[in-house]
């Protein structure tokens, strides 16, 4: 993984309407590189079932869910993280990636209900990946894509007790503890 240090905010989680939608989300930027994703609403059981997937397929992602967001993010422009907001009207990700791979630390608004303006305001890069609307998951993965240049793809995650062996057709897994 890439030596920058990366924190997914999601603003809005509703436990009720967005369980599927906010693992999604939580799988994606675990998948992709980020080290932590944040929720503004408590959901012990989305932190289980991320937890569950650390466990069977190893890394040390974590989940924080009733984070006070607006805190957050003060805190952690405090201790130097640079604030990318994706945002469907914000600059198109191609002429902002270069500065933004250089930072050392990010923290990567996304929505889901409409965010307030104060996520425009506060962020260091509202980023578009592409101006036309859509996930919050789509967007994420594209532009953690893009930071790791596709090495993604040769990411470990140590210490799970499953690994998939890819194959060309049917599932192979070892099973290693
Ligand atoms: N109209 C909503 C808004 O106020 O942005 C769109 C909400 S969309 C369902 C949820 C989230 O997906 C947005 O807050 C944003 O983080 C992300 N998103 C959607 N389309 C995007 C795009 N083209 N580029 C970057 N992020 C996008």
Not at 125 to 131: G, L, M, P, Q
């Amino acid at each position: 993984m890439c030596k920058i240090k990366i924190i997914v905010l999601r603003y809005g989680h509703r436990p009720s309407r967005d369980k599927r939608v906010s693992t999604h989300l939580a799988l994606v930027a675990r998948a992709f590189g980020a080290h932590e994703a944040w929720f503004d609403t408590k959901d012990e059981s989305l932190e289980r079932r991320i937890a569950q997937v650390n466990e069977a397929f190893g890394g040390s992602f974590a989940v924080k869910t009733g984070v006070d967001l607006m805190s957050a993010i003060k805190e952690a422009k405090k201790e130097g993280f640079c604030v990318v907001h994706l945002t469907m009207y914000g600059i198109p990700l191609p002429q902002l990636i270069e500065e933004i791979r250089g930072k050392s630390k990010l923290l990567v608004l996304v929505g889901g209900p409409k965010v307030p303006r104060y996520f425009y305001e506060v962020a260091d890069y509202n980023v578009s990946i592409t101006n036309q609307p859509h996930s919050e998951v789509a967007a994420l993965a594209v532009f953690l894509d893009w930071l790791y240049e596709g090495d993604e793809f040769n990411f470990k995650f140590e210490g799970g007790r499953i690994e998939i062996e890819p194959c060309v057709r049917g599932k192979k897994i070892r099973v290693l503890r």
